[in-house]
């Protein structure tokens, strides 16, 4: 079974960095890309970054391009999403999710069809 566990999270002031981490078991951690979405109260899940397993390759959302990095370590079969530079704006419940490369980079939270809890991230100002 497919588990994805989300941590990292946590109540930071504005300006300031937070590093989340995806656990992945239960599968071959090469096998999936990787996918780091957020939901806001009121709003949309929309999608963060996303890494592919084979090459590495990464997308980012508008809004964290240069301030947000995604990586992945296959001998700990673990993801992360380092956040610096953070802002009010950046409130949500992130999640991690996974799925097949050629579905991933496709950024949408219908393509992605394994899911992990969210992690709080709260950013003051």
């Known amino acids: 079974e497919v588990q994805l566990q989300a941590s990292g999270g946590g109540l930071v002031q504005a300006g300031g960095s937070l590093r989340l981490c995806c656990a992945a078991?239960?599968?071959?951690?090469?096998?999936?890309?990787i996918g780091w979405f957020r939901q806001a109260p009121g709003k949309e899940r929309e999608a963060v970054s996303c890494?592919?397993?084979?090459?590495?390759?990464?997308l980012y959302a508008d809004a964290v391009k240069g301030r947000f990095t995604i990586s992945r370590d296959s001998a700990k079969n673990t993801a992360y999403l380092r956040m610096s530079g953070l802002e009010p704006e950046d409130t949500a419940v992130y999640s991690c999710?996974?799925?097949?490369?050629?579905?991933?980079?496709?950024?949408?939270?219908?393509?992605?069809?394994?899911w992990g809890q969210g992690t709080q991230v709260t950013v003051s100002s």
């Open positions: 999710a996974a799925d097949y490369d050629r579905k991933i980079l496709e950024h949408l939270p219908s393509r992605f069809s394994h």
């Open positions: 078991s239960g599968f071959s951690f090469d096998t999936y890309g």
């Open positions: 890494i592919t397993s084979k090459t590495g390759k990464t």
